[in-house]
C-alpha cells in the first residue's frame, strides 16, 4: 500500500478529467517523475520506489494491474477512485473462498495509587475469526453482526443512549459482547 500512496494512487483530493479513456499504463506514468521512457514502466516504478525490478514488492504491485494496458473505465475519478475501483476487482472473493480476520490488542493498565507504589499490568486480548465462504465472511461477522445486534438492543429498549455513540460504554459493548459469543465471536484475554 505503501508504493501506492507514493505513486499518488491513494489522492482523494482532485479529479481526473478524462480517467474513463486512460489506460492504467497511461496513469502511472503520470505519477512518476520525468525519466528514461526507454525503460520499462515497471522498471521505472521500481526504480522510483527504490527496489529491485524483480522484488516481491513490484511483483504484488503489477499483480493489481496498474501496469496494464486496460482502461480505467470510471468518468471523473480520483486517483483513489480509480485504485479502489482496481483493488475492489482483484480482491473479490470467489465463491468457496474464505476469509480470516486476526486482531490482538495489547494493554498496559497502571493501578490507581502513588506513582511509587503504582504497577502495571499488562493484557493481551485476541480473537481469530473465520469465515465460512464468500458470503459469510469473517468481515460480516465481525462488523455486521455487532451493528445488528446493537440495532437490536436500542430496539428493545436495553441500549437507552441516544445518537451517534462509540461503543466505549458498559451499556453498549457489555450486551454486545456477550450476544456475539453465541455467534462463536470471543475475545480470549490473557
Do not use: C
Amino acid at each position: 500500500m505503501e508504493y501506492f500512496v507514493q505513486l499518488g494512487f491513494t489522492d482523494d483530493s482532485y479529479v481526473i478529467e478524462d480517467s474513463a479513456h486512460l489506460s492504467y499504463t497511461q496513469l502511472t506514468e503520470a505519477f512518476l517523475p520525468p525519466g528514461k521512457k526507454n525503460n520499462s514502466l515497471k522498471s521505472r516504478v521500481a526504480s522510483f520506489m527504490g527496489v529491485d525490478e524483480k522484488s516481491d514488492e513490484i511483483k504484488l504491485v503489477e499483480w493489481t494491474g496498474i501496469f496494464e494496458n486496460t482502461p480505467v473505465g470510471l468518468d471523473r475519478a480520483t486517483p483513489a477512485q480509480v485504485l479502489q475501483n482496481l483493488l475492489e476487482e482483484k480482491w473479490k472473493l470467489k465463491p468457496d473462498d474464505k476469509d480470516m480476520i486476526v486482531m490482538q490488542h495489547q494493554f498496559e493498565i497502571r493501578s490507581e495509587g502513588p506513582a511509587s507504589k503504582s504497577e502495571i499490568r499488562k493484557v493481551k486480548s485476541e480473537i481469530v475469526v473465520k469465515g465460512e465462504d464468500a458470503t459469510k465472511t469473517a468481515m460480516a461477522k465481525t462488523v455486521g453482526l455487532p451493528l445488528a445486534i446493537a440495532s437490536k438492543l436500542i430496539l428493545n429498549g436495553k441500549i437507552k443512549s441516544r445518537g451517534v455513540l462509540v461503543p466505549v460504554t458498559k451499556e453498549i459493548y457489555e450486551p454486545v459482547l456477550k450476544e456475539l459469543e453465541d455467534y462463536g465471536i470471543k475475545f480470549s484475554e490473557h
